[in-house]
């Protein structure tokens, strides 16, 4: 006899644990009626977990078991800290995302500020000349959404001529403050999502592409409609209807959206395009955007730089403030930036995130270098986990 489909149980832990941690799930689009928010005791949620955990082990198709195994894992870990027990942060990070945090080398990092201080135009110092040229390439908060209408457009179709979407599928987009994070993808369910860009600190024309690729086509908004037409719809693993945002699934799908702009563009082609028609599209001069890009590489060299003050913060028990002059230093960033970097790494429920976007953009990209094309494909429209781009990459 086939074992009972652990889909409703999973859903239905997923809302009791939400209401004890709001935020944890991320998007909902499955059964109204599984979709119960009474808060139980830690202790009695601890115990279920252990029990699906046992349950899902008995899940006939290998890649659905292996998805469930280790989200129902970081359920566990979960009960466990809303029970009150003080867990390592590295341990905290390992069962929650089945990834071990990184620390940035010191000396790499120094490396990567001197190649920045050389790439940078202008007097003054590494932070002045940085955030000035931030400045010259920021958008109008009211031009931010005319640019990207076309930009999207084009993102849209590169997408759908290279790996597919299903019909139906779509997003709204606007813009919010007062929020910890730069853009966010909410997945509504029935193949829609929302999309919001934080205007708290400019957006800038250079990194537009990336973070709208990044939130929408062929990111986050692309990888829950693929898998929800997919898995969902078509397989019945309702599992998919729900998305939480502490558990291994995060790992693939922020290194899906970091990689998602060069699964659709090469270097040269978005260096291109932002010079040659977005750059006149948004009234900025081409010399200013093409300078942010060539100090790219060298900023490439402090994508440590988060993970490292989570670390500090978290494991090492430094004072905020000490933490807030290394990301200062590093980043290099204004104290505004600064402070909303540590304002995200604040956050109960993306203190151990921090590291999906490097650990996870680290793995697909390897995964990319390894299968291509395809690869990306497959992880848009299958349920693969850590564990198995740890092991095929390595």
Known sequence: MPAPDPAERYIRLAHALDAHAPGFIDGYGGPAEWADRTRRDPAELHAEALALQGEVGGVEDAARRDFLTVQVRAMVTLTRLLGGET???????????????VRADESELDAA?????????????LEEREEALRARVALPVGDILRVAEPLLAALRERTRERFGLPEGEGFSIGLVQDKPWSGYNWPLGNLQSRIDLNTDLPVLLPALPDLLAHEGYPGHHTEHATKEARLVREKGWHEHSIQLINAPECVVSEGIAVNALRALMDREEVEAWLTG?????????????????????????????????????????????????????????SEARARQTLRFLSQPQFRAYIFTYGVGGDLVRGWMEREGADGFARLLREPLTPGHLRGEVA
């Open 87 to 101: 867990l390592p942060y590295a341990e905290e990070v390992r069962g929650l995302y089945d990834i071990d945090p």
């Open 113 to 125: 500020l001197r190649s920045l201080d050389a790439a940078l135009p202008g007097s003054g110092t």
């Open 277 to 333: 028609e977005l750059a006149p599209l948004a009234g900025l001069d081409p010399d200013d955007v093409r300078a942010f890009l060539a100090a790219g590489r060298a900023r490439e060299g402090l994508r440590g730089v988060s993970g490292t003050a989570a670390l500090m913060l978290h494991a090492d028990g430094r004072p905020q403030a000490e933490v807030l002059d290394f990301i200062r230093h590093y980043a290099p960033a």
